[in-house]
C-alpha cells in the first residue's frame, strides 16, 4: 500500500506565495509519476502539475507562476506557488501512478486526502 500526505495549504492575499509538501510512504517508488491536481467548490478536480525522472508538465493556468519539483532521498514531491489569484483557491491533492507523466486524474492510482488553499482578493 502506498500512503501520500500533503501539508503547507493556508490562508494568502492575492500575490502571495505557498509552497505545498506531499510525502510518500509504504510501498512508494520512485519509479513513480506525481501530480498535483486541486478542486474548488461545484467544480471537477483539473490538473495542476506533474513530475517524473525525464518530464515535467504545467497546466495552461499556472505555467510561469508554479514549480514542481522533488526529492528523491525523502520520497517527497513539492509545488511552489506564486503570484497566488483568488481562481487558485481549493483543495490541492497530491497523486502518483505507474508510466508517463499524464494531465488526467483517472490515471493515477494513489491519492493523498488534500490541504485547503485559500487566496484572498
Known amino acids: 500500500q502506498v500512503q501520500l500526505e500533503e501539508s503547507g495549504g493556508g490562508l494568502v492575499q492575492a500575490g502571495g506565495s505557498l509552497r505545498l509538501s506531499c510525502a510518500g510512504s509504504?510501498?512508494?517508488?520512485?519509479?513513480?509519476?506525481l501530480g498535483w491536481f486541486r478542486q474548488a467548490p461545484g467544480k471537477e478536480r483539473e490538473f495542476v502539475a506533474a513530475?517524473?525522472?525525464?518530464?515535467?508538465s504545467y497546466a495552461d493556468s499556472v505555467k510561469g507562476r508554479f514549480t514542481i519539483s522533488r526529492d528523491s532521498v525523502q520520497n517527497t514531491v513539492y509545488l511552489q506557488m506564486n503570484s497566488l489569484e483568488p481562481a487558485d483557491t481549493a483543495v490541492y491533492y497530491c497523486a502518483a501512478r505507474l508510466g508517463r507523466v499524464s494531465d488526467y486524474a483517472s490515471y493515477y492510482r494513489y491519492w493523498g486526502q488534500g490541504t485547503q488553499v485559500t487566496v484572498s482578493s
Open positions: 509504504g510501498r512508494f517508488s520512485n519509479l513513480y509519476v
Open positions: 513530475i517524473s525522472g525525464r518530464e515535467i
